[in-house]
């Protein structure tokens, strides 16, 4: 008979990431290597660093689990193991777990090792619950440790990702490196609000719906469909429905693979080169672009001309367009793109101006408005949009639509080499 796929369970601490002054990565990348393993992560929880907090959590989850006779649930506990005050997460699991904690001799041997000062502080990490398992180190002086308790395998981890990392894709190797969860089926779009979306997928998204689960995901101009299911041959025909609804603003069947990396592949496949002429994004657009690897053979180069002055002067920008358009309008536009593929000599050039705010708004031209110019053999291809959301999401959403303008252009074939 086959061991049951373990139930996971996670528990980050720290009073850092109960107040927001830093962001929880940790738990994103756990959830995710889960995921990839075939294991689901059923539920998790941030303390801080408190034993009575840390005690309390980890018994919350020991009466969830109940007893049994093998540990086919974990619980994944990272931060707190440092040699600071407040680090009690060593403190807090041996009172969940009614454990003495014990100083072992062959980690204070390799504390003393290190080379370093041994403090009070630091020697307390040679401190584990009785009956722990050493979990190594090889990147810090901070050991992990898993035990048993009541059915539950606890598995406490550093807080610092590149040693958590490292220790919890060791674990997993040696104790659990497979489940049996159907990876998600993602379908990834651009272009199309939430509401829309879900009005097009429609009863797929029933909740009630038998054999899967179908969630949406909006993120900087980017939607996510995930389909969730135990059955492959269900989630594989839901996940097609939801990218047959969503026609062609579908870009990837891989969530892996965004839009910058597609039209890289275009570009290369096509044997075209690119350079851009950036206002309001502020080179994020090269940025997406140049993060691809292998983009160097086809991105040229790129303009930053936020000012006026910068349009003029950079990319021939006629004073007089600016005066009569205003410097977000589709002529400028088309300007600032003619002149970036005239100065580059690169085959396209796709330029972005926009305002995005949170000032600079106009009844004609909201805060929001963005104007994309796409410049050819053939001439100049524009669009004009409204990018809402805050400044940030504002330039976020400029560059992902710019992007996918250009991919829908170079799908459609026709665009030839050359001046």
């Known amino acids: 008979m086959n061991a049951p796929t373990p139930r996971f369970y996670l528990l980050s601490v720290g009073d850092e990431l109960l107040s927001g002054d830093v962001l929880d990565t940790n738990a994103h990348w756990i959830a995710g290597e889960l995921q990839r393993r075939g294991h689901r992560l059923l539920a998790g929880q941030t303390v801080g660093d408190r034993v009575g907090e840390i005690d309390a959590a980890v018994q919350r989850v020991l009466r969830e689990v109940g007893a049994e006779d093998e540990p086919d649930a974990w619980l994944l506990i990272t931060g707190g193991l440092g040699p600071t005050a407040d680090d009690l997460t060593r403190d807090g699991v041996a009172a969940a777990c009614g454990r003495a904690l014990r100083e072992r001799p062959e980690l204070l041997a390799a504390l003393e090792g290190s080379g370093r000062r041994l403090t009070a502080g630091a020697r307390r990490q040679a401190e584990l619950p009785e009956g722990a398992e050493v979990l190594d180190n090889a990147r810090g002086t901070a050991p992990g440790f898993f035990l048993v308790h009541e059915g539950l395998g606890v598995a406490v981890f550093p807080g610092v990702p590149g040693e958590m990392r490292a220790m919890v894709r060791a674990l997993l190797d040696a104790r659990a490196p497979r489940g049996d969860s159907q990876p998600p089926r993602r379908v990834l779009a651009v272009g199309l609000a939430e509401s829309i979306a879900g009005e097009r997928l429609g009863e797929l998204m029933d909740p ?10 909006v993120s900087r101009g980017l939607l996510t469909v995930t389909v969730r299911g135990e059955q492959a041959e269900v989630m594989d025909q839901v996940a097609d429905a939801v990218a047959q609804r969503l026609g062609s603003h579908v870009i990837s069947r891989d969530a892996s693979l965004g839009l910058a990396q597609l039209v890289v592949a275009e570009l290369t496949r096509r044997g075209l080169t690119l350079s851009c002429a950036e206002s309001c994004t502020g080179g994020l657009l090269a940025g997406a672009l140049t993060s691809v690897p292998g983009s160097s053979a086809v991105f040229n180069e790129s303009f930053v001309t936020y000012a006026n002055a ?23 536009a088309a300007a600032m793109a003619s002149g970036c593929r005239a100065a580059t000599g690169s085959d396209l050039a796709l330029a972005i101006t926009g305002i995005a705010g949170p000032d600079g708004g106009s009844p004609d031209k909201p805060v929001g408005t963005v104007v994309h110019a796409l410049a050819h053999a053939d001439g100049v291809e524009l669009r004009t949009l409204h990018a809402g959301g805050s400044r940030d999401e504002v330039r976020a959403r400029s560059v992902q639509l710019a992007l996918d303008m250009l991919r829908r252009r170079l799908q459609a074939g026709g665009l030839s080499a050359g001046p």
């Open 208 to 217: 009630s719906r038998a054999g899967c689960r179908v969630g949406l995901c």
């Open 310 to 332: 910068a349009k003029i002067e950079r990319l021939g920008v006629s004073p007089a367009l600016i005066a009569e358009h205003g410097v977000v309008s589709e002529p400028v």
